[in-house]
C-alpha cells in the first residue's frame, strides 16, 4: 500500500495557511497543489543573520525519508530543484527507493539529509515534532524564502511534487554586524 506523507511546518511560520495535514504542500516550490491556489499567511519571520534558525516539523502522516532546508534571497527561482530521486517500477507505476542528500550542502541548500527516519510509529501514535537548528549566512535579506521539502521513500509519483512535499517560510534577515558578510549569497 502506498501512503502519502505529510507534514505541517510549524517554526518558523509558514507562508501558506495549512490544514491540519499540512496541505497544500505536493507542488514546489513552496506548496501548492493542481487546482489550489494556497492563501499566503502575511507572516514574515525575523531572524539574525549568522546565527541560528530553530526549525520545527510535524510529520502528519508517516513516511520513510527525509528533510532539506533551502534559501532564496532574490527570488524563489534561486531554489533548487527537487532531490533526484532513484526509482524502481512497480506495478502501480513508478517508485521512490531513496533521494540524493548532499553531505556537505552546497548554496542555496543549507542543510540536507534532516530527520532521516525509516521506522513507521506504532499503531495508533504520531511521530513527535521534528527539531533541529540551522546556521543562516550572514547577510541582509528583507524578504528571503527559506523552503522546507521532504523527501519521501517508497513513495508513488505524485504529479505535482514526484517524491517530494514542499512548505516555504518567508524571512526577514538582519546581518549580525559583529560578523562578516557572507558575500557568496546574492545581493550582499
Known sequence: VLADGHFKLLEPASRIVEDQRGDPQKAGPCGGATGVTPTMSGVV???KGGS?????VQETIYHPGFYR???AVKSMDEL???PVAVTRQTEKGPQSVSGA???NPQKPVIADGLFLHH???AAGTQLPPM???ITLPNINCEKCTLQIVQFMEAHGLNKDGDYTYHHCSDLKITADPAKPIDKEWQGQ
Open 80 to 82: 533548487p530543484p527537487d
Open 69 to 71: 532546508v533551502a534559501l
Open 131 to 133: 527539531e533541529t537548528d
Open 45 to 47: 519571520s525575523e531572524a
Open 119 to 121: 521506522t513507521r510509529p
Open 52 to 56: 541560528s534558525l530553530h526549525i520545527k
Open 101 to 103: 542528500i548532499q553531505s
